[in-house]
């Protein structure tokens, strides 16, 4: 029996019982799936630190866009889509310069970023002009209420597009 844990050899019945349906072990590392790499960089800390940033720049844009909303539709007495296109392009260059410059603190090509942000700017003004309009003149629901849902959505997918389309 001595002999046996010197050796480090074991009996022909626990042998037997090793030697069952044990699957190999690769050699290879296992790569993480691009899924996990993109929820880990999402989740870290300079992602947080953006994202609250984005998050005050679009409190901040929001406040004026909407009072702009408001003084443009009842003030002015334009048409509430007309008031929200006008608002949405004068909030435009601050949100545009506030997120590059503040928020992702990118130093790439200004011209670039800048005709992407102006064609997300184009889909999001159709975006929230729809859906403003779907729920005031089909809905009946007042139309801050129309814009403060149509913002959610643009929000929604701005914020990923910005981080890792537009300011990369």
């Given at each position: ?53 984005y998050v005050t720049i679009g409190m901040i844009s929001f406040t ?105």
């Amino acid at each position: 029996m001595r002999d046996r844990a010197r050796t480090n050899q074991s009996s022909p019945a626990t042998q037997e019982a090793c030697d069952v349906d044990t699957p190999p072990v690769p050699d290879v590392a296992v790569q993480p799936s691009r899924v996990s790499v993109f929820l880990h960089e999402f989740f870290s800390r300079r992602t947080l630190s953006q994202f609250i940033r984005y998050v005050t720049i679009g409190m901040i844009s929001f406040t004026i866009e909407i009072s702009l909303l408001y003084v443009f539709t009842e003030t002015v007495k334009l048409w509430y889509i007309y008031a929200n296109s006008i608002a949405y392009i004068v909030v435009f260059w601050l949100i545009f310069l506030l997120n590059r410059f503040w928020a992702f603190r990118s130093k790439a090509d200004f011209k670039k970023q800048m005709f992407m942000t102006a064609a997300l700017f184009v889909i999001n003004l159709c975006a929230q002009n729809a859906m403003m309009y779907l729920l005031t003149d089909i809905c009946h629901v007042y139309y801050i209420i129309s814009k403060v849902f149509s913002v959610g959505l643009v929000a929604s997918w701005n914020f990923i597009l910005y981080k890792k389309v537009i300011y990369t």
